[in-house]
Antibody, heavy 120, light 107 residues
């Protein structure tokens, strides 16, 4: 069974850093591109970042480029999102999501999400 | 960047009604369009990809159509469990933008 289990969220002050993790048991992790998608409370979905299966290709939304870094450790079936210089507008539930083995970044499995709150 | 819009932003319909949600892209995206359902307090759930391909396990009352800039999600007979917010998503090119969502309620 495919599972995506996020962790690492919490309360952080503006300008601070946080590292999110997403462990992925139940499928051949290295064969799948992955993404982070966030959702501010009561708001819509915002795609944040994506990474290819081998980790060699990454994409970022303009709102996080230069502050966030996506990476993965395929030996540990884990996806990461390093978030630096956090702002209040980064407060959201962060979901990791799997791209199926087909053309284009849409997402067939999602985790339950981890909440990030940026506040002083 | 490609912008996605949806209409209406919310709707209320009776059980058994036919419901149609529209999504528009700011430029042509061929059929690189996905639809998701998000029930309250839950992560999104993939319904349709490539504009009209039904994801495995999704009830056949859901269908999608369109190409280029204009797309439609149709629920042929609304059920109580369909109460949710529905999002479209461009996956033609990064950034892989989502529409703002359409909230569906039962009248």
């Amino acid at each position: 069974e495919v599972q995506l289990l996020e962790s690492g969220g919490g309360l952080v002050q503006p300008g601070g850093s946080l590292r999110l993790s997403c462990t992925a048991p139940g499928f051949t992790f290295s064969s799948y591109a992955m993404s982070w998608v966030r959702q501010a409370p009561g708001k819509g979905l915002e795609w944040v970042s994506a990474i290819s299966g081998a980790g060699g290709t990454t994409y970022y939304a303009d709102s996080v480029r230069g502050r966030f870094t996506i990476s993965r450790d395929n030996s540990k079936n884990t996806l990461f999102l390093q978030m630096n210089n956090l702002r209040a507008e980064d407060s959201a539930v962060y979901y990791c999501a799997r791209r199926p083995n087909t053309l284009g970044y849409f997402f067939d499995y999602w985790g339950q999400g981890t909440l990030v709150t940026v506040s002083s | 960047d490609i912008q996605m819009t949806q209409s209406p932003s919310s709707l209320s319909a009776s059980v058994g009604d036919r419901v149609t949600i529209t999504c528009r892209a700011s430029q042509g995206i061929s059929n690189y369009l996905a639809w998701y359902q998000q029930r309250p307090g839950k992560p999104p759930n993939l319904l349709i990809y490539a504009a009209s391909t039904l994801q495995s396990g999704v009830p056949s009352r859901f269908s999608g159509s369109g190409s280029g800039t204009d797309f439609t999600l149709t629920i042929t007979s609304l059920q109580p469990e369909d109460v949710a917010t529905y999002f479209c998503q461009n996956f033609n090119s990064a950034p892989f933008t989502f529409g703002p969502g359409t909230k569906v309620e039962i009248k």
